[in-house]
Nanobody
Framework: EVRFVESGGGLVQAGGSLRLSCAAS????????VSWFRQAPGKEREGVSC????????YYADSVKGRFTVSSDNSKNTVYLQMNSLKPEDSAVYYC?????????????????????WGQGTQVTVSS
């Protein structure tokens, strides 16, 4: 059974940092691209970042470039999202997801329909 366990969300002041973790079981990250998405109330789910399964390259939405960093520890089957310089508009439920199709610079990785596996989400709230 494929399962994600996300953690690390919480309440932080603007300018602060959080690190989200996504621990997987039932499959290995080396076989899938893993992305982080977020969804704020009343808004569509949007792609935040992706880490490639083939070469470890990373990709980011323009809104988080320079502030967020995605990384993976294959020995722990865990993907992380380090979030710095947080803004109130970063507040959302953050999800990790896995897709067979690898991510690349063409930004197809932002399409929700590509992802077969999703975590339960972790709430991030940034106060002003």
């Amino acid at each position: 059974e494929v399962r994600f366990v996300e953690s690390g969300g919480g309440l932080v002041q603007a300018g602060g940092s959080l690190r989200l973790s996504c621990a997987a079981s039932g499959f290995t990250f080396e076989d899938f691209a893993v992305s982080w998405f977020r969804q704020a109330p009343g808004k569509e789910r949007e792609g935040v970042s992706c880490i490639s399964s083939s070469d470890g390259n990373t990709y980011y939405a323009d809104s988080v470039k320079g502030r967020f960093t995605v990384s993976s520890d294959n020995s722990k089957n865990t993907v992380y999202l380090q979030m710095n310089s947080l803004k109130p508009e970063d507040s959302a439920v953050y999800y990790c997801a896995a897709a067979v199709e690898d991510c690349s610079s063409d930004y197809t990785w932002v399409h929700v329909a590509l992802y077969a596996y999703w975590g339960q989400g972790t709430q991030v709230t940034v106060s002003s």
